[in-house]
């Protein structure tokens, strides 16, 4: 069955350092992948995609996702983290491309002052 | 330009009434995608519709549950006899044409059964 793994529920970093939240998929192919971010009450953003090409991908508010296609990870990067970074990030694949995705669970994101 | 707009934002019903669900897909977009979001879990694709069109709906319940995106107008989600386990975040994405195109999120609707 094709899934997204989001290995860590919580991911806490102090401000200043760089934060990572990790990705792993399970989707045969070459899918499309995804970040989200999701705010309290609020609908997701999209914060970057990888389709093809290189594989450091940069997008909004300074994050950026490195794809590795033998790990089948999709790692979720910022250099220095952000107090209102905080948030509930979705790793998500679309196998077909397209609006029809496959999440992960979620990692709440906690960047103390 | 107005991004996806959903409403209503809040939705109170009891058990055994009528959910409607709309949403008003981003200009330019004629894709749109249901989601749900049900409490400790993440998001799961419902429906995927484009006008008057349903491409897939592999993730929508059997029963009780219906979707459609009328030539004019927005796109609804209809929930019939509601129960309690049907109280989730329900999220409308809209996108372009285009397998490499991302596709961009409403605000959700939160639906609480009583």
Redesign the interface.
């Known amino acids: 069955a094709q899934s997204v793994a989001q290995p860590e529920d919580q991911v806490n970093v102090a401000e200043g350092n760089p934060l990572t939240v990790k990705c792993t998929y399970s989707v045969s192919g070459n899918p499309?992948l995804?970040w989200?971010v999701q705010y309290p009450n609020?609908?997701?953003?999209?914060l970057l995609?990888y389709?093809t090409g290189d594989n450091l991908v940069k997008g909004s508010y300074g994050f950026e996702a490195e794809f590795n296609k033998s790990q089948t990870s999709f790692h979720l990067k910022k250099p220095s983290a952000l107090v209102s970074d905080s948030a509930l990030y979705?790793c998500a694949v679309s196998p077909?491309?397209?609006?029809?995705?496959?999440?992960?669970?979620?990692t709440e994101l906690s960047v103390k002052p | 330009n107005a991004g996806v707009m959903q409403n209503p934002r809040h939705l109170v019903r009891r058990r055994g009434q009528e959910a409607r669900l709309r949403c008003s897909p981003m200009k330019g977009h004629s894709h749109v995608y249901w989601y749900r979001q049900l409490p400790e879990e993440g998001l799961k694709f419902m429906v995927y519709l484009q006008k008057e069109n349903i491409i897939d709906e592999s993730g929508m319940p059997k029963e009780r549950f219906s979707a459609e995106f009328p030539k004019e107008g927005p796109s609804i989600l209809r929930i019939q006899q509601v129960v309690r386990g049907d109280s989730a975040a329900y999220f409308c994405a809209s996108s372009r044409q285009g397998r490499e195109t991302e596709a961009f999120f409403g605000q959700g609707t939160r639906l609480t059964v009583v």
């Open positions: 499309y995804f989200y609020r609908g997701l953003q999209f995609k389709i979705f077909l491309g397209g609006g029809k995705l496959i999440f992960g669970q979620g």
